[in-house]
């Protein structure tokens, strides 16, 4: 019998197909940009650490993200931009198979994400299945603090009720997996449905 009450996911990269749930091999195929120009032009020349902690607005960050797409992509940078904001965002059918299945079983569900202010508002808006099944939904940009900061995880836990030895969190980044296993959670580095089922089956977790 498992002591696990509380179940924390990432969301891009374990709830979502992708990282940020955007397939950037895919637009830069389709516009014949080099591997990585897309990753580069949201997050490292751009304003994203200062967002994903509240301390940029998101205009202020599409700017940025608009001026390295035309130092990165040059006379495509508007078709960069384009691909990007109409970009689907696929969830990962197995995960979200699992999950409702742990939901079925009773656990507290919860989410623990890095990412750009207003998540609440985007599940309501675009995915409100999640705002049933997760009961906590933690976004850095909202909070002000971002993994692997251990205030983000012990903010999740106290607003669960549960201690961090009854708890679960996987995230594709393993240095925020090995963060949370430092609060003293299960911290379990995603690579896979397949492998995070095995990891929470180890623990006694069941669904």
Known sequence: MSDVKALFFDFGGVLLQHMDGI???????????????????LYRDSRYFELHVGACTHDEW????????????????DALM?????????????????????KIRGYILGIISNTIPGLEERLRE????????F???????D??????DERIFRHALDTAGVPARESVFTDDVRKYADAARAVGMHGFHFTGCPQFARDIRSIGVEW
Request: hydrophobic share 45%.
């Open 135 to 141: 009961d906590i939904r933690v976004g850095s940009g």
């Open 82 to 102: 384009q691909a990007w904001q109409n970009a689907e965002h696929p969830l990962n059918t197995e995960m979200m198979a699992l999950v409702r299945g742990l």
């Open 143 to 148: 909070l002000g603090i971002a993994k692997p």
């Open 62 to 77: 599409v700017d940025s993200v608009r001026a390295a797409a035309f130092k990165h992509a040059g006379d495509k940078a």
């Open 126 to 133: 675009g995915l409100p299945e999640f705002i049933e099944i």
């Open 23 to 41: 397939d950037h091999k895919a637009i830069e195929s389709s516009l014949e940009l080099p591997e990585k120009t897309l990753f580069n032009c």
